[in-house]
């Protein structure tokens, strides 16, 4: 291997950390902007507002929120230049089995300024809004994905039971659907992102009953999954720090419904759902990828 190809192998390790921590942020910060008030900060797109891409002063939409908005449209770039390096360290490391992953990366990006012009230009409609994070949610999976075969390639693999393999299966799946199910939630609740934008027409004491079912649902599966028998060391880790998030998470959730949604607590759950998904998905990767 010449010193290139070593130097972009070492150079993938932080680069796909990297790439993974600002995907998170991106929904951490997309919160931020939407529990701000500041969803309409740039009310044009991809301008930020009529003849500049930049806030201006005097903006009608005041400059906190216009930077605040402004500020996410930049992290954006920031994630895209992260994806852009990890694709030139995965074709300079010669790694094929990562090319896709990391191509994936930059085109997802690209997907997800699309999608926020449309959010933009719905008046922040709730569907749009959910469409943008729920796209998130697939590349912090590709992401996690993408950084756990770092340092070697990954093969797929079946476990010794068929069964452990569709329980992760169902696991992730209902992972997922609990996240998208607390979109609705979101989209039916009091933080539109600005005081005009649309809402979901949907009961959401009842969308919350049907997201905290699912919860304890997935808790449960949790439990019995870790005490399947013949499980791999990793699965087992991977489980557990799962349902401590897990456990985390669903008080958050709990706390912030019965307290009237306060910003801090929407903004946490935020961060809770990211770490949650990315526990999900590595107790998935660990029962159907192993090392080469």
Known sequence: MSRANSVAQRALAPL??????????????????????????????????????????HQAEGQLHAWIEFGNRLLTFALFFAAVATIIAVFRSRRRDLRFLALT????????????????LTNLNPLAVASHFILSIFLVAAATSLHSRRHHPFVRTSSSHVGISQLSLVHVVIAFAVIAVGTLVTGSGPHAGDIDAPRLKLNIQH??????????????????????????????????????????????????????????????????????????????????RKPA
């Open 16 to 57: 796909t950390a990297l790439l993974l921590f600002l995907q998170s942020a991106l929904i951490v910060t997309g919160g931020a902007v939407r529990l701000t008030g500041s969803g309409l900060g740039c009310p044009t797109w991809p301008e930020c507002t009529p003849g500049s891409y930049t806030p201006v002063p």
């Open 207 to 288: 969308v919350a009953y049907v997201h905290g079912g699912l919860v304890l649902a997935l808790l449960l599966i949790t439990i019995l999954f870790y005490f399947r028998g013949d499980q791999r060391y990793e699965t087992k880790r991977w489980l557990a720090i799962f349902f401590t998030l897990s456990l985390a998470q669903g008080a958050i959730g709990y706390i912030q419904y019965i307290q009237g949604v306060p910003e801090l607590l929407v903004g946490t759950h935020l961060l809770g759902s990211s770490l949650v998904w990315i526990a999900a998905w590595r107790v998935r990767l660990s029962v159907v």
């Open 105 to 120: 990366q930059v085109l997802g990006i690209l997907a997800q300024g699309v999608l926020g012009g449309i959010t933009v």
